[in-house]
């Protein structure tokens, strides 16, 4: 078998059970290999009831006090019973486990696993495995891993098939001996093997040791190319200053910030210079970053050339093109702007082709169809994009060249270190928009337990009532067999329903629902049509509703705090006060004390710093941040000093032989030309 073979070439997959796979974005064997754990659960011998850890997995010796209770309720059955050891009792219930009702026997004695709960000062316990004697020595003392999965698709599934596929493809070992030696880095093979069915903890760390060193050094590697290819481009492009920018400045209801002006001039420079423009803006949340890209737009505009602006989903990409179009009629701008997305039909596309081929129109603003579509530009001076971009996005087919190079801007809300930043974003000059603007009311934060929820759910109501809108975020797009007590966006849209009275209206909102659905839901969310909104995390990319003054994140401990700083920046667009509440499903107080420091603070640089400081080396896997700025495995907080490290040995290889065409370095450069296709330069577009 190779890498790239469907995963229905795998024992027990046929066309149903692929399409669970597909789901998750798992099509070969290469992507269900690195489909990784998210974390492990570790079988350590029985505990005592009095002992044992609420909301956790445990696992308790318990003798059954009488036989189990069996009733019908509707399309489930649901069995109960009492079991105890000699510390306590705890009542447990099964659902539609009917196959169990010949084992549960009175005064049986049983190895069950699961996670214990505490209501009303009584001990109960939903669903337990069942374990014999002989299976639980079994796993004694090993590391089971645990996969983010979809409704239909079982842990135990996604185990078989990454066994079947480690046993069929083998990794290519593609660093030469002296960088193993230096970094004391284990094989990739064995890195697959350890992350999915580790030994020992230490066995997982060694392994995601080698896969994030991996990604930074093949990320850094085709960043360095890019620095190569761009590094002082002659601009094909030569501009002047217009009244237009300006007029729009002057014409705004509010005055830029010093912040924003500094930034301003920093990008007219780059514009009026003789190399082409390579500038990041990095800026916190709120921080006014899209009104400088649309006055960049309007110079380019304005000296006869086109522009571009890159947005990560349909949703945001429409919101800048409402506002750009506001903009424009109400300024008289020189601006003739389409929106050019995925879901645009094919005719309109041929269409928008035309108009944006003759020079008709100069500013187009679309999502990656904007480079992947077969648009030929008449004059593209300038690509604006979203630091997802940024990252990679996926190619599907090699590009042409589409013009000669132009102008390159990020934005980036991602509140990274500058001693990081300048090594992601080597090939790029840097500009802060370090300061607020003045008009922004600060949100009112509280952190909360779930005992809270009942007041919360009446205090949406109220803020619903005087005409606001809320968001709830989730963590989850369905329930999970792995996930424990954490909220999914499905089941909590029908317990708000029941919950808030029913007058508002609770709509849910996911990544994996399809593009023509999510545009309708967040068009009715943005008209007022829904009140209450609760998606997953796939609202923080920018969506712009200035009604909204109600945020509550649910199991906000699964999130980092970088990314719940961003989600927070959702709210607070309007002139009313904004709130938001962080609800954490843990008893730990370290995770109240993660939290608290979003309470104390609205720097996301402090925020992502302090996080950083609390979080330590010890988190395997990191608690996931920004899905705009991160890999697999590695993370740039918390692995900071190895991204630094890793960056002086590129730096060093590439000063030793540019090229890689060294015969030490073809396997790396085979390696690197396979594996990271997704790269854009922008430049060729």
Wanted: aromatic share 8%.
């Amino acid at each position: 078998m190779n890498y790239s073979d469907d995963i229905t070439s795998l024992k027990g997959i046929g066309e149903k059970t692929a399409r669970l796979f597909h789901r998750l974005d798992i099509y070969t064997l290469k992507d269900l290999l690195h489909h990784f754990p998210r974390n492990y659960e570790s079988f350590g011998p029985p505990v005592r009831l009095k002992e044992a850890p609420l909301n956790e997995p445990v696992t308790l010796r318990l003798t059954l006090l009488s036989d189990f209770q069996w009733k019908k309720v509707r399309q489930l059955t649901i069995g109960t019973g009492t079991a105890a050891d000699d510390t306590g009792k705890v009542a447990i219930t099964y659902f539609n486990a009917s196959y169990l009702k010949n084992t549960l026997k009175g005064g049986n004695t049983y190895l069950v696993r699961g996670r214990l709960k505490r209501a009303q000062g009584a001990l109960h316990m939903d669903q337990p495995k069942l374990f014999t004697f002989e299976e639980y020595s079994q796993r004694a003392g090993t590391l089971q891993p645990c996969y983010a999965l979809t409704a239909g698709l079982t842990n135990n599934a996604v185990i078989k098939a990454v066994k079947q596929a480690m046993q069929a493809v083998d990794e290519e070992e593609y660093l030469p001996d002296s960088i193993l030696r230096e970094y004391e880095l284990i094989s990739r093979n064995q890195a697959i093997s350890g992350i999915h069915f580790p030994e020992s903890l230490a066995a997982v760390k060694t392994a995601r040791r080698r896969l994030a060193f991996d990604e930074f050094f093949l990320f850094l590697l085709s960043l360095r190319r890019l620095k190569k290819v761009n590094e002082d481009q002659p601009s094909s492009f030569p501009m002047i200053e217009t009244a237009d920018p300006g007029r729009l400045i002057e014409g705004l209801p509010y005055q830029l910030t010093g912040a924003q002006s500094r930034v301003w001039e920093e990008i007219k420079q780059d514009l009026f210079g003789e190399s082409c423009m390579n500038r990041l803006i990095q800026g916190d949340v709120g921080s006014g970053k899209t009104i400088l890209a649309f006055l960049a737009l309007v110079l380019v505009a304005s000296n006869g050339y086109q522009g571009a602006l890159m947005a990560p989903t349909e949703i945001l990409a429409g919101q800048h093109f409402e506002q750009l179009k506001r903009l424009t009629e109400k300024y008289r701008l020189p601006i003739r702007s389409v929106l050019l997305t995925g879901s645009v039909s094919a005719a309109e596309k041929k269409k928008l082709y035309a108009r944006i081929q003759s020079g008709e129109v100069n500013v187009i603003i679309g999502t990656h169809a904007l480079i992947q579509e077969k648009v030929t530009y008449r004059s593209l001076a300038l690509v604006i994009t979203d630091e997802q971009h940024r990252f990679g996005v996926r190619q599907r087919e090699l590009f042409g060249e589409k013009g000669e190079g132009c102008h390159v801007l990020v934005m980036s809300a991602t509140p990274i270190p500058r001693t990081l930043a300048i090594i992601l974003y080597g090939d790029l000059h840097l500009s802060v928009v370090d300061e607020l603007p003045r008009s922004r009311l600060p949100i009112k934060n509280c952190v909360v337990n779930t005992d809270y929820r009942k007041k919360a759910y009446e205090f949406i109501t109220r803020e619903v009532s005087v005409g606001h809108q809320v968001y709830v975020i989730c963590p989850m797009v369905d329930e999970n067999e792995n996930a424990g007590d954490i909220e999914n966006v499905t089941d909590y849209t029908v317990r708000l329903r029941n919950e808030l009275p029913s007058r508002i209206c609770v709509e849910f909102l996911h990544g994996k629902m399809k593009a023509g659905e999510k545009n309708r839901i967040m068009e009715a969310f943005s008209a007022g049509d829904i009140d209450v909104l609760v998606s997953t995390t796939v609202i923080e990319v920018g969506i712009n509703v200035p009604n909204a003054t109600v945020m509550m994140v649910e199991n906000a401990e699964r999130f980092g705090l970088a990314q719940l700083h961003q989600l927070r920046g959702r709210i607070g667009r309007g002139e009313a006060q904004s709130y938001c509440i962080f609800v954490s499903g843990s008893d730990r107080p370290q995770a109240m004390e993660r939290l608290e420091i979003l309470n104390r603070s609205s720097d996301g640089f402090f925020i992502a710093e302090e996080d950083l400081k609390l979080r330590g080396p010890g988190d395997l896997f990191g608690i996931r941040q920004s899905g705009e700025l991160s890999f697999e495995v590695a993370d740039i907080y918390e692995d900071g000093e190895l991204l630094k490290k890793v960056s002086m040995t590129v730096d060093e290889l590439l000063l030793t032989d540019e090229d890689l065409t060294a015969k030490e370095h073809a396997s790396i450069k085979r390696y690197l030309d396979q594996n990271t296709a997704n790269f854009i330069d922008f430049r060729t577009i």
